[in-house]
């Protein structure tokens, strides 16, 4: 179909405009509480904000939504559609500490002409204004003003190749805004909807924020545009509590979700068997991990972890997008996946030089679905040429654009292999640094509940940084036997000198929803900005990155340094 997703969302109003089209889960006193909205309060309230915004903005302005409430966020956002202004979801500032610069770097690069919230945080979101130098900005919460004074407005239409959306992506050290058109949103539901049959779910739901690109299309564009049901609640309760979202799944009978890889170990880590048993996810027939790396071990745990609640291994769907987490690219089709998702075994000494060799012991990839139809290519990233499959290469789109990621092409099916920041090149050789750091965790039991993070620093040539968390109260001897185990079990299972161990008390690996910043981790290090609680280095690292460290390394042996602190 060549309609855009406003005018498919406005077929199904017509065909039945009293079938549920969004519900709200909150949670009071630990219990569940559900709001609703139907097709045609849903079609009417975003008219009258569309009336509202043609006598305030004009068509291409571009609208700073600030909604928590997955409620108000989506009449504010169809509400810019049908005016033919260009939404820009952002997190709410101060909710977590490290959206506030986010939300000011976003509110610097667009230049909103308004600023639209609620109510409940007018207050909190004029006060970020003032604070941050933003206050010429105008601000309105959508549901102060006083709509029934306006004339509803009936959607503009806008050409397929202009801006329907801006969405925002950051990492720790850099923010990038993704114009996606109307043409670009219709083909990522295509996509979906011809990989996984949406209508036919007819309940999608999950807990992922609307300024994350999963959320906003997987979770309500995607589900309004063919006349499915989506249930929503907030990320910080799932954090909170992620038995609330398998709790979601279970009581509002969703049978599509969709989250990225880390909320499925945090299910595993958090809920107990005892609770899991409470639950009944025999309906479920969909459950989207993507875009961030789908690990095996994560789909092995959940499974498993949720077998005893009727969850079909088959449910678990990898699926593959940049790594900004913008759109999905590739989905892996149920069809093609007769007893759960499609794994390769690849040999570790060949993936090590960036070529797929299948093996009965190695490392497993998970296939995110086929590439045809997609335009994606796997080239070498230093010349751009395009790759014979079975080779590992960098992924890029039909733009041609670099998407950060790496990946190969076996059957026919995108097995991506993980961020290029994220491999590390040691002795002409490519390690990937999820995959050391699942190693690490398996080295000690004290591990397994803790993060640990792995990166590569230049002495002049690469080499291995490894810090785990530790729980608190080891003596030094412990410490520095512990450090020994880690540095020889490295060694041993990657053949590669394990010179630099450090340790830190718990929360000091810095993550972000759940996925760990490897960067961020590698820039304070280097400026010995961990205050760790035991750290050996190599003779390089410490002359390179420890000052007071570089008289001693002279002598020519490793250093090391180790505190109760």
Known sequence: MNEDLVARFGRQVVDDPTRPAVIEVGHRAGQPVSTTTTYGELDASARQIAGWLRANTAPGDRVLLLHPSPLAFANAFWGCLYAGCVPVPAPLPGTFSHHLSLTTGIALDVDPRVVLTDTEHLDLVADWLVQDRLNELALYATDL???????????????????????????ATSLAGHSLSHSVLTADVDRLDAALDLAAHGTVGGWLPMHHGLGLVGLLLAPLSVGATSVLMSPSAFLKDPLRWLRLIDDYDVRLTAAPNFAYDHCVRRISAADARTLDLSRLRTALNGPEKVSSATISAFTGHFAAAGLDRRALTPAYGPTDGVRLITVSPPGERVDGPLLTVADRNGLESD???????????????????????????????????GLVGEIRLDDDLPTGDLGVIHGGQLLPTGPAADRIRIDQRSLYADDVEQELARLDPRFADLPGCVCAVDVPREQLVVFQE???????????????????????????????????????????????QRTLMRELFCGDALDPVYEVLGRQTAQRYRFAAREAAATGTDQATAAAR
Do not use: K, W
């Open 145 to 171: 003003i006083n709509l029934s004074q306006i004339r509803p407005a009936e959607p503009v239409e806008r050409p397929a190749d202009t801006p329907a959306v801006l969405q925002y992506t950051a990492t």
């Open 355 to 389: 070529v797929l060799q299948p093996a009965a012991d190695g490392v497993p990839l998970v296939s995110c679905g086929p590439v045809r139809g997609t335009g994606l290519r796997i080239v070498d990233p230093a010349t751009g040429q395009e790759l014979a499959a």
């Open 470 to 516: 530790i729980t608190p109260g080891m003596i030094p001897l412990e410490l520095a036997t512990l450090g020994a185990a880690v540095r020889e079990g490295l060694r041993d299972r990657f053949r590669i000198r394990v010179a630099n161990v450090v340790f830190l008390r718990p929360g000091r690996i810095r993550r972000t929803a759940g996925r760990v």
